[in-house]
């Protein structure tokens, strides 16, 4: 790949914020994301005396050790060889409030930031109005399935379908008022262990099942209604299995809709949980997520519409 040298001292800052996403919420596995207000923040500034592509990342002291590093590099590295050429050498320093390991869409966030970082400073301006075209099919071979890096990406609901032509992306409306919250145990449980907890095959009637509930909870988003909320997040194929590797969160759920959520269930491939209802009740229903998880943190927090845009900090 060709080279690039500015290297200026005094270059301007890139701030970017990404938002962390759930998936599934029940019947909607491995193809469904919403972005949420937990945040993965990134600046980003042109170093100067070393190579392009030189590119350097330190994390803000979160208590615990990060995997994203990788990632996120993997992800400007894909942006550059589409591109054909090394952007100028990074300082990256990153902040997150994103738990790993908890299905919260951790590396999905970090795929997002890294691909959105090396079109900004590229300044390829086409890439970020286009995402979904330009920077979408990086993200899913980055990440190897749509639901938290769509999210991440574009913001708002959606629902990846890749295939073989490509990936198409549906947006699911979101009713204004319907909050969510969020809480995780200090054990992470990844997306390997998780995965093995799964069976190989599922009956007729289960696969049958899950299509019926995914009609139940789109409406349900859109509409904020309660009851089919409820009986959209009804899963067969994959929360009964996943719930049992993580201690309290059956009692967790039934304690948050007893606070005033309309239903809750994992997020992602768990150990996190997500609750859904009424903004105003959407404290309480995190108290109440967390107060059943070993070592439980619990937040409410918003839907993030918006798809993330990197700007440019001018002070030097």
């Known amino acids: 790949m060709s080279s690039s040298t500015d290297t200026s001292e005094r270059a301007p800052a890139l701030r970017l914020d990404v938002p962390a996403s759930t998936s599934n919420l029940g019947?909607?596995?491995?193809?469904?994301?919403?972005?949420?207000?937990?945040?993965?923040?990134v600046r980003a500034r042109q170093a100067a005396g070393r190579e392009p592509g030189a590119h350097r990342l330190r994390w803000a002291d979160s208590g615990e050790d990060r995997?994203?590093?990788?990632?996120?590099?993997?992800?400007?590295?894909?942006?550059?060889?589409?591109?054909?050429?090394?952007?100028?050498?990074?300082?990256?320093?990153?902040?997150?409030?994103?738990?790993?390991?908890?299905?919260?869409?951790?590396?999905?966030?970090?795929?997002?930031?890294?691909?959105?970082?090396?079109?900004?400073?590229?300044?390829?301006?086409?890439?970020l109005e286009t995402r979904e075209r330009a920077l979408l099919p990086d993200a899913l071979r980055l990440e190897g399935h749509p639901d938290n890096a769509?999210?991440?990406?574009?913001?708002?609901?959606?629902?990846?379908?890749?295939?073989?032509?490509?990936?198409?992306?549906?947006?699911?409306?979101?009713?204004?008022?319907l909050g969510f919250a969020v809480?995780?145990?200090?054990?992470?449980?990844?997306?390997?262990?998780?995965?093995?907890?799964?069976?190989?095959q599922v009956s007729f009637a289960d696969a049958v099942e899950n299509p019926r509930r995914l009609a139940l909870l789109l409406e349900g988003l859109r509409t904020a209604d309660p009851e089919l909320l409820a009986l959209g997040t009804a899963d067969r194929l994959h929360?009964?299995?996943?719930?049992?590797?993580?201690?309290?969160?059956?009692?967790?759920?039934?304690?948050?809709?007893?606070?005033?959520?309309?239903?809750?269930?994992?997020?992602?491939?768990?150990?996190?949980?997500?609750?859904?209802?009424?903004i105003e009740r959407m404290p309480a229903a995190a108290e109440a997520l967390a107060r059943s998880l070993e070592g439980g943190q619990g937040r409410a927090v918003a839907h993030v519409t918006s798809a993330p845009v990197p700007m440019w900090d001018m002070s030097p």
């Open 239 to 278: 929360e009964r299995f996943r719930r049992a590797l993580i201690p309290g969160s059956d009692r967790a759920c039934a304690e948050a809709m007893e606070a005033g959520a309309a239903t809750a269930c994992l997020s992602g491939a768990g150990s996190g949980l997500v609750a859904l209802g009424p």
């Open 67 to 127: 995997g994203e590093d990788d990632l996120l590099l993997r992800a400007i590295r894909a942006g550059e060889a589409r591109r054909g050429s090394f952007a100028p050498a990074m300082d990256l320093d990153l902040d997150s409030e994103i738990p790993v390991g908890r299905g919260f869409g951790s590396s999905g966030a970090a795929v997002a930031a890294g691909l959105l970082l090396e079109a900004a400073v590229a300044g390829d301006h086409e890439a």
């Open 27 to 41: 019947p909607g596995f491995d193809f469904l994301g919403l972005s949420l207000g937990l945040w993965l923040r």
């Open 183 to 200: 809480a995780w145990p200090e054990r992470p449980l990844f997306t390997e262990e998780a995965r093995a907890a799964l069976p190989d």
């Open 150 to 177: 769509t999210a991440s990406l574009l913001g708002g609901c959606t629902l990846g379908v890749p295939h073989d032509s490509g990936l198409t992306v549906v947006r699911q409306p979101v009713h204004p008022d």
